[in-house]
Nanobody
Framework: QVQLVESGGGLVQAGGSLRLSCVAS????????MAWYRQAPGKERELVGT???????NYLDSVRGRFTCSRENARNTMYLQMNDLKPEDTAVYYC????WGTGIRGRGTQVTVSS
C-alpha cells in the first residue's frame, strides 16, 4: 500500500522557520521525483518545489532562497526546510509523488504564519 505521511507543520511567527517531513512507504522512493505542493483557502494550488532522484531541486519563485527541498533515500524521507516564513506562506502543504496528477500524495500538514 502506497502511503505518504507529512509532519512538521504548525503555527509560527513571520520570520520563523519550520521543517516539514514526508515519509513514504509502498513505493520505490529512491527512484522517484518528489514534490511539495501547497494550497491556501480561496487560492489556486501551487507547486512549491521538486527534487529529482539525483537531488536536483527547483522552486516556486516566491519561495526560492527561503525554502529548501532535500531527501534521505535511506529513510524514504523528503524534507522541506522553510526559513523566513511570511504570512502568505500559510497553506496546507502536501507531499506528492511526481506531480499532482499521479494522485499519490499525503493528507497534508497545515502551516500557519502569523504577522
Amino acid at each position: 500500500q502506497v502511503q505518504l505521511v507529512e509532519s512538521g507543520g504548525g503555527l509560527v511567527q513571520a520570520g520563523g522557520s519550520l521543517r516539514l517531513s514526508c515519509v513514504a512507504s509502498g513505493i520505490n522512493f529512491s527512484r522517484n521525483v518528489m514534490a511539495w505542493y501547497r494550497q491556501a483557502p480561496g487560492k489556486e494550488r501551487e507547486l512549491v518545489g521538486t527534487i529529482t532522484v539525483g537531488g536536483t531541486t527547483n522552486y516556486l519563485d516566491s519561495v526560492r532562497g527561503r525554502f529548501t527541498c532535500s531527501r534521505e533515500n535511506a529513510r524514504n524521507t523528503m524534507y522541506l526546510q522553510m526559513n523566513d516564513l511570511k504570512p502568505e506562506d500559510t497553506a496546507v502543504y502536501y507531499c506528492v509523488l511526481g506531480f499532482w496528477g499521479t494522485g499519490i500524495r499525503g493528507r497534508g500538514t497545515q502551516v500557519t504564519v502569523s504577522s
